[in-house]
Each structure stands twice: as C-alpha cells, then as structure tokens.
C-alpha cells in the first residue's frame, strides 16, 4: 500500500498536498482500494469556504455513495475536471492525477494538525 511521506492524512482517509499556499486533496490509495472502483465524483463545493470536517463533496462506487470531509478550513478553488470524464483515475493514480479538489486553507499552519504517514500507517493497521 502506498503511503507517500510528504502528504499529510486525516482518519477519514483523505490526503493533502501543500504547494505554496495551495492545498491539493484527493483520498488515499487505501481508501480507494477499500471502496472499489469508482463511477463518479461529485463536488458541488466550489467556490465555497468550508471548515474542516465538513462534507465537501461524495464519491460514488458501484454500490454506494461516501462523502469527502475538507481536511482543514479553506475556500474551494478548484476540482480536478479530468474526473468528470475519467472518475477511475482515482483509482490508478490516487496521489498525483486523481487528485479531487484545491483549497486555499484559511490557516496553513493547520496542515500541522493532520497525520504524518506514520500516523496514518497506525489509523489503518488499528
């Protein structure tokens, strides 16, 4: 299971990305295993300012549908629109092309808060 070092995690099992004030989210390899594969990507939060924990969007598999907590505060900037034409791209590169949002974290230092790989590795093996 791949659980890049440079990310920061949440129990929910999702992943950011810090690129200079610039957050990246998408969930992990492991939460994209556990869910199978998936149809569709829904993100209606753009443009929004969410706080942490809150739903900013669901995915979709054959059987059910999840929802996807904002790892930290922030304005929704972007989603990745390569989903709306190829969800399973999540699937095959959850950390790099399967990306599902950027954010704008209203307080970077919050990033801090989340787990390391570490952290994650223990919430996963629990």
Same mark, same amino acid.
């Given at each position: 299971m791949n659980i890049p070092q440079e990310l =920061? &995690?949440?129990s929910e099992h999702e992943w950011v990305r810090l690129e200079g004030d610039i957050a990246y989210v998408g @969930?992990?390899? &492991?939460a994209q295993e556990q869910l199978g594969d998936i149809v569709f990507v829904d993100i209606p939060s753009v443009g929004e300012t969410l706080d942490a924990n809150? !739903?900013?969007g669901t995915i979709e598999v054959v059987k059910t549908v999840s929802d996807l907590f904002l790892p930290v505060a922030g304005e929704v900037l972007e989603q990745n629109e390569a989903l709306e034409e190829n969800p399973e791209? !999540?699937?095959k590169d959850p950390y790099g092309k399967g990306w599902l949002i950027? @954010? =704008?974290p209203a307080n970077v230092e919050d990033?801090?808060?989340l787990l390391d790989?570490?952290?994650y590795k223990e !919430? @996963?093996?629990a």
């Open positions: =920061k &995690y949440t @969930i992990t390899d &492991y809150e !739903v900013f791209l !999540v699937n950027k @954010i =704008k990033l801090n808060d790989a570490a952290g !919430v @996963i093996n």
